[in-house]
Structure formats: structure tokens, C-alpha cells
Nanobody
Framework: QVQLVESGGQLVQAGDSLTLSCVGS????????MAWFRQAPGKEREFVAW????????YLTDSVTGRFIISRDNPRNTLFLQMRNLKPEDTAVYYC????????????????????WGKGTLVTVSS
């Protein structure tokens, strides 16, 4: 199994940029595909972005496409989410997650059921 710890969340202003990190430990990080999810106050958790094991493939939800970038550094066991032009509606607890499923279609087919989750990091965007 893999343990995931997110960091980087903070209070920012609309239009600012922020990068979240997620460090994995305990198992071979590079064998997992990774994803970011978020949960806004009073709302259900939603998918944000997914990246393949080698980092070649990425998928992002429409609301963040063009503003967010997901990437990973396997030698450092770290997943990143670069966010720019942040909006108040991006305010949420952001979670990283890992799965042994290889393709994004499989992840979707499993209704985004990931195997391991971090505890989250809070991003607050003020207007």
C-alpha cells in the first residue's frame, strides 16, 4: 500500500497561482496512476485531474482545463497540481489519490474509485 500526504494549500486571492504537492511512501509510487480530487464546503467530492504512471497521459475536468496542470516526479515520489488563475469556486479541500488501475477509462469505469487517499489540504480563494 502507499501512504499519501498533501501539502501546499493556503489562502490566496482570485487570480493567484498555487502548487499543491503530494508525497507518497510505503510502496512503489511509480506503479500507481494518480489523481487529484476536491471537495468544496457542502458539496460532494469531485474529480479534478488524473495522470498515468509515467506521466505521459493526463486528464482534467472541464472547469480546470487550461488553468491547472497535473504532473509527477517519480524519483521523488511526488505528485503535483499547478493551479493558476484561481477562482473563488476553486475553494475546496484537495485530495490526492492512488490506484493500480492503469488507464483513465478504467478509473472512470470504476466511478473514480481509488485505492488510497491522502487526508487533504485546504485551498481557499478569496474574491
Amino acid at each position: 500500500q502507499v501512504q499519501l500526504v498533501e501539502s501546499g494549500g493556503q489562502l490566496v486571492q482570485a487570480g493567484d497561482s498555487l502548487t499543491l504537492s503530494c508525497v507518497g511512501s510505503g510502496d512503489t509510487f511509480r506503479t500507481y496512476t494518480m489523481a487529484w480530487f476536491r471537495q468544496a464546503p457542502g458539496k460532494e467530492r469531485e474529480f479534478v485531474a488524473w495522470i498515468s504512471r509515467g506521466g505521459v497521459e493526463q486528464y482534467l475536468t472541464d472547469s480546470v482545463t487550461g488553468r491547472f496542470i497535473i504532473s509527477r516526479d517519480n524519483p521523488r515520489n511526488t505528485l503535483f497540481l499547478q493551479m493558476r488563475n484561481l477562482k473563488p469556486e476553486d475553494t475546496a479541500v484537495y485530495y490526492c489519490a492512488a490506484t493500480r488501475l492503469v488507464s483513465f477509462s478504467s478509473v472512470v469505469g470504476q466511478n473514480y474509485g481509488m485505492d488510497y487517499w491522502g487526508k487533504g489540504t485546504l485551498v481557499t480563494v478569496s474574491s
